[in-house]
């Protein structure tokens, strides 16, 4: 089974309906006894990462995320839930994240004629455009397999490592070329 993990900062109906289009049933829930049974887990995020971590730590999700991505199922993190798969964020002030994967998360810069957040489509590795709303992003790194320029930034936009998946973008949000991102992780086998 598919489960989109309930953490009070994903865009949850839009991940379950673009699953749904492609004939695929899931579940979500924040229950991590659901979660450590799941086939393939979805880690969505919309918000900010300190409010997100709160919430992961109160219904004792962060050992359980941790837990799943260390035994190997296939996971994939949207966005905040990339995001918070790293060490550490710059927002709200500074923000310890979930350090499954080594790495920061930066603040775009203020550049003329560049607005923050980013909204709206841009191109990964100069090919295919998908839908992004963000203001912080995940530095390069070595399991970048995604990247995108914005505000003068070149920055990790895919990332996979091992079991793990996490795109900064939202597959659920950018048509076609989005549902053949999942339909992708849908038949990966790492």
């Not at 798969?85 to 080594?102: N, V």
């Not at 900064?168 to 949000?173: N, S």
Request: aromatic share 10%; hydrophobic share 45%; charged share 20%.
């Amino acid at each position: 089974m598919v489960t989109i993990i309930d953490y009070k900062a994903g865009n949850l109906t839009s991940v379950k309906l673009a699953f749904a289009a492609l004939g695929v049933e899931t579940q979500v829930t924040a229950d991590p006894a659901v979660i450590r049974a799941a086939d393939r887990i979805i880690f969505p995020g919309v918000g900010a990462a300190a409010s997100a971590m709160a919430n992961l730590r109160e219904a004792g999700l962060d050992c359980v995320l941790k837990e799943v991505t260390a035994a190997g199922r296939p996971f994939l993190g949207i966005c905040l839930g990339m995001q918070i798969l790293f060490d550490h964020s710059e927002e709200d002030g500074g923000t310890d994240t979930l350090g499954i994967l080594p790495g920061q998360v930066r603040r775009f810069p203020d550049v003329p004629g560049c607005k923050i957040p980013q909204i709206g489509w841009n191109q990964v590795n100069d090919r295919e455009e998908y839908y992004f709303v963000h203001s912080y992003y995940v530095e390069m790194n070595p399991f970048a397999e995604g990247v995108t320029e914005y505000a003068g930034v070149k920055f990790a936009s895919c990332v996979r490592k091992d079991n793990i998946l996490a795109a900064q973008f939202h597959p659920e949000k950018s048509g076609r070329v989005g549902l053949k991102f999942l339909s992708d992780f849908l038949a990966w086998n790492p």
